[in-house]
T-cell receptor
Framework: EAGVTQFPSHSVIEKGQTVTLRCDPI?????LYWYRRVMGKEIKFLLH????????ESGMPNNRFLAERTGGTYSTLKVQPAELEDSGVYFC???????????FGPGTRLLVL | KNEVEQSPQNLTAQEGEFITINCSYS?????LHWLQQHPGGGIVSLFM?????KKHGRLIATINIQEKHSSLHITASHPRDSAVYIC???????????WGAGTKLIIKP
């Protein structure tokens, strides 16, 4: 069974540009989560989808971040325009149910110059 | 003060030593996770606990709900155990994971 995959693995962009990160959850997992670790800090929750609906987006830092999960399969996280402080590692996880183990993707390393 | 505190931040030990990593939390939780992050960056879930103790191979995780404390133990440690070990709790009020800062473990041969 394929695990959670994320694309790209690395992205280097300039301040002001747009970047879109993609997460493909494990097939059949209704729950999809986005997290990020910025330099030197703990991993923080960004948002949680149940199927295509945003269950909790309280962790989204500001309106430059837009997450979608059309059709309830893969999800995208767009940062527009990117700022220097957005640099970090963005992780995606999925789980069958909300109370079950979350399975993590390898992360996308974003560097904004 | 973070809602999830881990200790120690860094731990270096010799191969074969018994390792203990601690996690304390200050919020009401429905579950606690121990996760492992290798130098390549990927995160692997080791345990999800809501009470008692779980064992998987050389890894043992315990939780004391009353004391809001959990420990991760590694027996007969090996250099391949070198990684960052992270404690994360799932809040009662929602399903967010609140993460500790991680413990960087290095096992020397």
């Amino acid at each position: 069974e394929a695990g959670v995959t994320q694309f790209p693995s690395h992205s280097v962009i300039e301040k002001g540009q747009t970047v879109t990160l993609r997460c493909d959850p494990i097939s059949g997992h209704d729950n999809l989560y986005w997290y990020r670790r910025v330099m030197g800090k703990e991993i923080k929750f960004l948002l949680h989808f149940v199927k295509e609906s945003k269950q909790d987006e309280s962790g989204m830092p500001n309106n430059r971040f837009l997450a979608e999960r059309t059709g309830g399969t893969y999800s995208t996280l767009k940062v527009q325009p990117a700022e220097l402080e957005d640099s970090g590692v963005y992780f995606c996880a999925s789980s069958p149910g909300t109370r079950e183990t979350q399975y993590f993707g390898p992360g996308t390393r974003l560097l904004v110059l | 003060k973070n809602e999830v505190e881990q200790s120690p931040q860094n731990l270096t030990a010799q191969e074969g030593e018994f390792i203990t990593i601690n996690c304390s939390y200050s919020v009401g939780i429905s579950a606690l996770h121990w996760l492992q992050q290798h130098p390549g960056g990927g995160i692997v879930s080791l345990f999800m606990l809501s009470s008692g103790k779980k064992k998987h191979g050389r890894l043992i995780a315990t939780i004391n709900i009353q004391e809001k404390h959990s420990s991760l133990h590694i027996t007969a440690s090996h250099p391949r155990d070198s990684a960052v070990y992270i404690c994360a709790v799932r809040s009662h009020s929602n399903y967010q994971l609140i993460w500790g800062a991680g413990t960087k473990l290095i096992i020397k041969p």
